[in-house]
């Protein structure tokens, strides 16, 4: 028998054995609300959408945190954030929190035969405890947790050194000008965002006062490496040009590319093409600009006919934020506009805006195209999912394997999923518990409602997806099944 006639006999999961492609395309701070597949209007994000459409659309899939760098942590490891001390928003300076002796999502799929890459957004810091010396290779990279590539940004947007790192070493470095960086003193001599408000390109509406660079001030103080500077207008560029690099590099295996997008994080600086295509000012135009990015991403895997055999993942490390400290008219251009769709709270929070965020998968081999649903998926189980789809051997503390919801053979995720923002919260079946907290309700900052109240908040999140009636009182069953339940996962 011929081998295609063969082939024909066989179940698609057989033939999908050649193992696939995994690309995790991974925004920074997009709310559910911000893609038009989720009811946007005022933005369209066609090509996050052409995934949803070839693909599968989960209205419950969750990040791991509120925040950056504790979702990204759980996202490579499989191990809750809140597990390990030290693993908030981290400074640009910090160390590597990630043990190079743990276990990774990458870890596993480089041993499964893959070539794995990481380029964008990292913030989960880079060097030992002596801190990092950023004109020598340095050595705790991505390349030290699993990566065979990495052409990254250290930390946020925001904080220094602005720079592009390729495999530990700062790209355009001029030895004759080496990087100072300092979280503690400013350098003298240099301007800051203080000292120069009144030249800034982008003010700021609070922190976001120290280094100056590329005209917007930045958290954080630097020196020197004038040449290895990032142009903002050009991070989209840059980063995509990079995704479509490893892509092509790597066509002849199967590959795993993170790719973190820094858009749309402030500073929220589009490229000129992108400036007014939305009526949002600056943030709308950034989520256009990340939509572009996904489509670079799309067009390059249709190119080298990769697209047939290659699971695509689209998500977020957290909610939404409106003004997150730069006068970027995010607020006063945010119209009718909902970025957290139709939940309540944003990034930093415990409502589910906090961490409920577009989760996205397409692989036609063998997802069906066109699907909704509603089962509870989670990030942290993204390790032990990936690489039971890759067929690899890993175990990792957290991460379940939720492969048959992801590829939308099942209906049945997650029974609990854990939020967290600060303190934990949890969701069991339709419910959902935040323990009483003592924190501040609302953020005074950025102007988001935080989760806190002093006494338990219980939701019932098939009647009220908003969590805007409190039923805690009327279940005291429910509030002591759930505690009980939180506690023992901590
Ligand atoms: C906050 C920053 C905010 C953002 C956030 C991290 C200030 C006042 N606010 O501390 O702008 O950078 O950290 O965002 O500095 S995250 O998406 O990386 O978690
Ligand atoms: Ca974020």
Known sequence: MKLTALLSFLPLALIAAEKPNIVLIYADDLGFGDVSCNGATAVQTPNI?????????????????????????????????WRQEGTGILPGDAALIIDPAQPTLPGALKKAGYRTGVVGKWHLGLGGQEGVNWNQPIERSPNAVGFDFSHIMAATGDRVPCVYVEDGKVVNLDPADPIEVSYKTPFPGLPTGVSHRQDLKLDW??????????????????????????????????????????????????????????????????????????????RGDVIVQADWQVGEVLKALDE??????????????????????????????LGTHKPAGPFRGGKYSLYEGGTRVPTIARWPARVKPGKTSAAVISQIDFPKTFAAIAGAEASFPDSHDLSAALLGESEKGRDEVIEHAGQLAIRSGDWKFIPAGQGAKRSKATDTELGNEPTGQLFDLSKDPGEKTNVATAHPEKVAELKAKLEAVR
């Open 304 to 333: 080298l006919r990769l697209a047939e055999n290659t699971l695509v993942v689209l998500t977020s490390d957290n909610g939404p934020v409106i003004d997150d400290g730069y006068k970027d008219e995010a607020v006063k251009e």
């Open 205 to 282: 509406s609070h922190g976001h006062n120290m280094a100056v660079i590329n005209g917007i001030g930045r958290i954080g103080y630097m020196k020197g490496g004038t040449k290895a500077l990032w142009k903002d207008e050009d991070m989209a560029d840059h980063f995509s040009a990079q995704a479509v690099r490893f892509i092509r590099e790597s066509k002849d295996k199967p590959f795993f590319l993170y790719f973190a997008l820094h858009d749309p994080h402030v500073p929220r600086v589009p490229h000129p093409r992108f400036v007014g295509k939305t009526t949002m000012g600056p």
């Open 49 to 81: 959408d052409r995934i949803a459409k070839e693909g599968i659309n989960f209205t419950a899939g969750y990040a791991t945190s509120a925040t950056c760098t504790p979702s990204r942590f759980s996202l490579l490891t499989g191990k809750y954030a």
